[in-house]
């Protein structure tokens, strides 16, 4: 498998492995799966994209198992990537609702389970997967600071956190957050509503949490956009109402005049706003995982025209 260098286009980037694996019933899986794996793997390296987020939840660990499955394949890939995971989700088992749990000893226990199916020593970056409503930011700031003596995790960030989630949560870390992920896209678009229809009576209806951009750019808090794609409603998937009908259309036109693909154009139009966005590609399918490549030089090129035709299409009415 080649690996290339951390520069290269795409570089921003971040392949999601949520899709990885066997059954999210059983977590079970077979070698069909490691093989899949390991070809997506392959198509996100040849894309440039050095870094893979993952957690411990996902297809109930077998992701992070078949990824430690390809790691063992290519022991070279490891010291050229860096993998994310995230921990906090506590799925539905028999009599178990399904919950979310920040206390120190699930902290570890999601940390040291994800390093195990992995194989790997320790999480470059620990992602806090969803707010707990019975945490205490103290106890998690104690849970973080032991795996980063004990050499477990790097970096530290937060996932589906509002921004004063945020602030409790690094008043009481003594490292600073890197991270926060949220889901972001073209169909998603709640972040740019946020600050466009501030003073206006549609500002009821907007479910994204307005300050955030701007706080994670004051603390050099990475924004990344889990669900960046949307579903590809936008690029050969099913439209489900005339106006994610349009929006396609619209994607396809500029992907031809631009060159590229409809997959570089949704990504780069999350790409180009100036808050750094770092999309999260999550399908499994390799040609689709290469039509992203091009989505930083896209996000270059846009002109604000077009980024705000494409913004309007969306939203299926005009900015106020």
């Excluded at 539905?92 to 902290?107: E, F, P, Q, R, T």
């Excluded at 409790?168 to 600050?195: C, I, K």
């Excluded at 500002?203 to 603390?219: A, I, K, Q, S, Y």
Aim: negative net charge; proline residues 4%.
């Amino acid at each position: 498998m080649q690996v290339l260098d951390e520069e290269s286009p795409g570089s921003r980037l971040i392949y999601g492995c949520m899709g990885l694996g066997g059954s999210w019933e059983d977590g079970r899986y077979g070698a069909r799966e490691v093989d899949l794996a390991e070809a997506a793997v392959a198509a996100a390296v040849e894309s440039g994209i050095g870094r893979f987020d993952h957690a411990d939840i996902y297809r109930r660990g077998s992701a992070e198992s078949v990824f430690g499955e390809v790691l063992r394949r290519a022991p070279e890939l490891r010291a050229r990537i860096r993998i994310q995971g995230k921990v906090g989700i506590r799925l539905a088992a028999g009599d178990v609702v399904g919950h979310y749990d920040l206390g120190a000893v699930a902290i570890r226990e999601g940390v040291l389970g994800s390093i195990e199916r992995l194989g790997v020593e320790r999480l470059d970056v620990l992602l806090l997967h969803r707010p707990d409503p019975l945490w205490e930011p103290v106890e998690v700031a104690s849970a973080v600071a032991e795996l980063q003596r004990d050499g477990l995790v790097g970096d530290v960030g937060a996932s589906n956190m509002s921004t004063a989630q945020l602030v409790a949560l690094q008043d009481a870390l003594g490292t600073p957050l890197v991270a926060n992920q949220l889901e972001m896209s073209l169909a998603r678009h709640g972040f740019v509503d946020s600050a466009v229809l501030v003073n206006h009576p549609d500002n009821v209806g907007t479910d994204f949490p307005h300050g955030m951009l701007e706080h994670c750019g004051r603390r050099g808090i990475e924004l990344q956009a889990w669900g960046a794609l949307a579903a590809g409603r936008y690029t050969g998937g099913s439209a489900v109402d005339g106006r994610t009908a349009a929006t396609a259309a619209l994607v396809a036109r500029m992907a031809a005049d631009l060159g590229v693909t409809p997959e570089a154009v949704v990504l780069g139009w999350l790409m180009r706003h100036p808050a750094r966005i770092a999309p999260v590609v999550g399908t499994t399918n390799p040609d689709r995982i290469r039509a992203c490549a091009q989505a930083e030089s896209v996000a270059a090129a846009m002109t604000r025209v077009q980024w705000y035709t494409l913004y309007t299409a969306a939203r299926g009415k005009p900015v106020p």
